[in-house]
């Protein structure tokens, strides 16, 4: 028997689409960023001097075609994550069942059917995981929806609550609950943030929220 492909149509499969387009999105804005950086700038700092001149330590036009884009890329991006969370909604409906099960191999068992449980909807989305991070050393992965953080879940949960987290346990163990495209059980990790692993921060993680779920 051969291999089917999954429809291009299917919920994971555009919800790959939208995360690649997202990347390259940010890839972009960070490109867009480093044209304002270069001219010492930024979103903000007037063109002209103070006698309404254009300004001769920087390309004028470069700076301003590059804030242009910028706000461009962002309300593209915004769009996007919009509709990146109700694809995700998609594929982990609100809808939940019974509370779910630990097993042996760091897997949490589907639910079964019944009830709705809150702390199974993803409130963020692990954007990349520096290898030999603490992040890495616990398993987190690229793309892995978070459900529970600690004792954070959605839908109070926010990116500085999770921040705050972090600074309060160094050193210290925090159980994660995650979800990852194509895999049916919430998969349980052991984060310990530290410092001094060699890169920045204390976990090595980049995250952003998905307020609309």
């Not at 690229?142 to 160094?170: C, I, Y």
Request: proline content about 8%.
């Amino acid at each position: 028997m051969g291999y089917t492909l999954p429809s291009p149509d299917s919920p994971a499969e555009r919800a790959r689409a939208l995360m690649a387009r997202k990347d390259a999105l940010e890839a972009e804005l960070e490109a867009q960023g480093s044209i304002l950086k270069a001219n010492n700038t930024d979103m903000r700092q007037p063109l002209v001097d103070h006698d309404g001149f254009p300004r001769a330590d920087l390309d004028v036009w470069a700076v301003r075609h590059a804030r242009v884009r910028v706000i461009e890329l962002r309300n593209d991006l915004t769009t996007l994550m919009d509709e990146m969370a109700k694809t995700l909604e998609t594929i982990y409906p609100r809808s939940r069942p019974e509370p779910p099960q630990a097993e042996n191999d760091g897997t949490i068992a589907a639910p079964g059917t019944e009830g709705t449980l809150a702390e199974l909807l993803p409130f963020a989305r692990v954007n990349g995981v520096a290898p030999g991070s603490p992040a890495a050393d616990a398993g987190m992965e690229r793309g892995d929806l978070v459900v529970k953080f600690g004792e954070l879940r959605h839908p109070q949960s926010n990116l500085q609550a999770v921040a705050t987290l972090v600074a309060d346990n160094e050193n210290k163990a925090i159980s994660v609950l995650v979800r990852r495209l194509g895999v049916e059980r919430v998969t349980a990790l052991r984060l310990i943030p530290r410092q001094g692993w060699g890169g920045r921060g204390s976990l090595g993680w980049s995250i952003f929220p998905l307020n609309c779920l």
